[in-house]
């Protein structure tokens, strides 16, 4: 009779009111998204024993799982996590909750509302942190859990409450869309790891973005080009004139796209123009740099777009008009990052409707 009562009155509270301990879950056992391609390591974005080419900082670059989220459903009032291997815990210019930590949006009335960020302390890794407590019991919730944004783990895990139950959802997002970028693409100086441009991108369109966003590091070389071939995507963005100057851009650009075109006949190319970076507002010489890419990318584009079929370009905008949006004068805050992703929303949608992507 104790049995059947104690029974009775778990059912009827739910299971957050039972919390006996945490259970943990390989959170590549769930549903990973925003995936470039499959990895022996689920984590990484590329595989880096099959692609060769890569500097020693563009190999750790492309293990982290940068635009990487985990989507789940669960019952649970706690949500916690873990990430096992190379933390990455001290930058200059980006919070350590981004590069190192979790970033959770829970489902509400159709929209990702943001629910909680934690991160693992330095000087206990090892330890799973709360990324939201106190929930209502009872209650199943659609959950995404961006995973940290420069790190290279081995593993992931996911906690829940004891007696509670987590399971993979469908992905929440449609399409397929690689993007290739810059330190932006990748989030440098957002404050957490869900606030990359592609990532505020994919939450407000349903749009899947692929995040292959490397920091210093997207100058159209042909490794990462070889890379881009085997990726399956129904379309592709680029971020390409940020990080090459000038020359670089005009002996590039074209080889790239024919190279992208060869891999991915039909398939729609879309070329983003580079930000304005706030440091050229009093600097003349990178005033100078700046305006050189920027003209030179112009100008070849309005060549390529008549020139290649299934080739775009879209401009960018991530400040206001008083500049006041910029991190360090090179990379935009959360809300440039917004201004990002919104400026490119219509044109990028109008695009995919093209291609029957919508």
């Known amino acids: 009779m104790k049995r059947l009562f104690t029974l009775v009155l778990a059912a009827l509270i739910g299971c957050g009111q039972l919390l006996y301990g945490q259970v943990f879950t390989e959170a590549s056992d769930l549903t990973l998204v925003g995936k470039l391609m499959p990895t022996p390591n689920p984590y990484h974005r590329v595989d880096t024993v099959k692609y060769k080419g890569f500097t020693k900082g563009e190999n750790l670059q492309v293990r982290c799982p940068a635009g990487v989220a985990v989507a789940f459903k669960t019952n649970s009032t706690t949500i916690w996590a873990k990430a096992v291997g190379d933390l990455q815990f001290n930058t200059r210019n980006t919070m350590t909750l981004a590069y190192t930590g979790f970033d959770l949006y829970i489902r509400k009335d159709g929209e990702w509302l943001w629910a909680g960020a934690d991160c693992q302390r330095p000087k206990e890794p090892e330890k799973a942190v709360a990324i939201v407590k ?10 995404l859990l961006y995973l940290p944004m420069y790190s290279d783990v081995s593993s992931v895990v996911i906690g829940i409450d004891e007696g509670c139950y987590i399971k993979p959802m469908e992905n929440p997002f449609r399409h397929r869309v690689a993007i290739f970028g810059s330190s932006y693409t990748q989030g440098i100086s957002v404050s957490r790891s869900g606030m990359a441009y592609p990532s505020q991108f994919s939450r407000h369109t349903g749009i899947q973005m692929l995040n292959l966003g490397c920091s210093g590091n997207c100058k159209m070389q042909p490794y990462f080009a070889d890379v881009l071939a085997d990726v399956e995507a129904d379309a592709f963005v680029f971020d390409s004139f940020s990080n090459p100057d000038a020359k670089m851009i005009q002996e590039r650009l074209f080889p790239f796209i024919e190279r992208m075109q060869a891999a991915h006949p039909g398939k729609p190319l879309i070329f983003q123009q580079t930000i304005y970076r706030e440091r050229r507002n009093f600097n003349t010489e990178v005033e100078a740099t700046e305006a050189a890419k920027q003209h030179m ?8 777009v008549k020139k290649y079929k299934d080739v775009y370009f879209i401009q960018t905008n991530a400040t206001s008009k008083l500049h006041e949006t910029s991190v360090d004068g090179t990379h935009p805050d959360d809300y440039g990052y917004y201004l990002w992703s919104r400026s490119i929303e219509k044109p990028i949608l109008r695009i995919l409707r093209k291609y029957g992507l919508k």
């Open 134 to 143: 106190n929930m209502a019991p009872g209650v199943e919730r659609e959950c």
């Open 297 to 304: 990318a112009d100008s070849l584009m309005k060549i390529a």
